[in-house]
């Protein structure tokens, strides 16, 4: 067993945190990643208010004993959502482990941390990753280039950007973007990280609850199918290149750029939310990140976790054999 901080801290058997995917990270998702070992997440804000949240907590320890948490993500918006509402549901139902994301988390941590928790904050820049340290959390979820969703809008790669963690902050931090194998683990182990966040490459698991004809479509996808939306509105989302995403591009590159009003039509969440119930991946925008092009099948969430688990200690075992003493190299 790959032992770190993040097992430790958390309770868990492998160093792996599901990503906190909207209208993915659903009870059966989060109990299968949490019974294979590693750490299911449900997302607060795929359920319609508070009280669902409740239910859908209740439903995940129906299916597994183990450790899951829950995420809350900050979102821009003109009528936001109940976050206190989502955040007290959550504690009230016995939840220690929450990851959070998006601007002004502070209110939030405040309160998360009064009540016990672990949190986990998930940060683009190390900038922002130090702030949240001064905020209180425990583990920082440093988001690469790589990733799906939003990528912050500075552009830097998870190899520079892991190890800047590394030099910079002083707290556990774990890996998120572009991995999906045991190699991406074991390389996240080697620039410091203490485990890895996973959102694309479950997605593309049996028990995940979108869409066959999605999954199929991720596994036949490779890493240049992506695309970035809302580069022009500072707000940068990587996303599956389907018609829609480019019909958007095509609207921010034009003479004078475009307003969000512009785009509303095609980037509604109702159309990305029908992408992955009805499986027409050209319907509306979806989330991909560039390691779609390590994926090759669609696995149980208990067979994937173990593969990574096992293929990042043949890495870190095969690298332990290239250190040699200086007598033995003189030999060669």
Same mark, same amino acid.
């Given at each position: 067993m790959i032992e770190t901080k993040l097992t430790k801290l958390l309770g868990i058997e492998v160093p792996l945190v599901q990503g906190g995917m909207q209208w993915v990270g659903v009870p059966k998702l989060a @109990? $299968?990643?949490?019974?294979? #070992?590693?750490? %299911?997440?449900? &997302? $607060?804000?795929?359920?319609?208010d508070p009280n669902a949240l409740r239910l859908a907590i209740r439903e995940t320890r129906k299916m597994t004993s183990k450790p899951f948490g829950v995420n809350i993500t900050l979102l821009p918006s003109i009528n936001p959502p109940d976050y206190e509402g989502y955040a007290r549901a959550a504690v009230d139902e016995g939840i220690r482990i929450i990851e959070t994301a998006g601007n002004n988390p502070g209110p939030l941590i405040k309160?998360?941390? $009064?009540?016990?928790? &672990?949190?986990? =904050?998930? /940060?683009? &820049?190390? *900038? =922002?990753?130090?702030?949240? @340290?001064? +905020? #209180?959390v425990d583990v920082l979820s440093i988001d690469g280039f790589e990733c799906a969703g939003h990528p912050g809008e500075e552009d830097v790669g998870g190899l520079v950007l892991?190890?800047? @963690?590394?030099?910079? +902050?002083?707290?556990?931090?774990?890996?998120? #973007?572009?991995?999906?194998? #045991?190699?991406?683990?074991? @390389?996240? +182990?080697?620039? %410091?990280? /203490? %485990?890895?966040?996973?959102?694309t490459r479950f997605m593309c698991t049996a028990e995940s609850p979108i869409h066959q004809n999605i999954k199929d479509k991720i596994v036949a996808s490779t890493e240049a199918d992506t695309i970035h939306i809302f580069r022009t509105l500072r707000n940068t989302s990587r996303v599956f290149r389907n018609s829609v995403t480019e019909q958007v591009v095509a609207l921010e590159r034009r003479p004078g750029g475009a307003k969000f009003e512009d785009l509303r039509e095609l980037v509604a969440g109702a159309r990305g939310r029908l992408v992955y119930e009805k499986g027409d991946p050209e319907y509306g925008v979806w989330t991909l990140g560039v390691c779609a092009g390590l994926i090759k099948d669609c696995p149980t969430?208990?067979?994937?976790?173990? *593969?990574?688990?096992?293929?990042?200690?043949?890495?870190?075992?095969?690298?332990?054999r290239m250190r040699v003493t200086r007598t033995e190299k003189s030999k060669l």
């Open positions: @109990a $299968a990643v949490s019974n294979a #070992g590693g750490l %299911g997440i449900l &997302t $607060a804000l795929t359920q319609p309160y998360f941390k $009064a009540n016990g928790c &672990t949190v986990i =904050h998930k /940060c683009t &820049t190390i *900038r =922002h990753a130090k702030s949240a @340290a001064r +905020l #209180g892991l190890a800047r @963690a590394a030099q910079e +902050l002083q707290i556990p931090y774990i890996a998120s #973007g572009g991995i999906a194998d #045991g190699r991406g683990l074991a @390389a996240a +182990l080697a620039l %410091g990280a /203490c %485990g890895a966040n996973m959102g969430c208990e067979v994937l976790v173990r *593969r990574i688990e096992r293929e990042a200690e043949q890495v870190i075992e095969r690298m332990a």
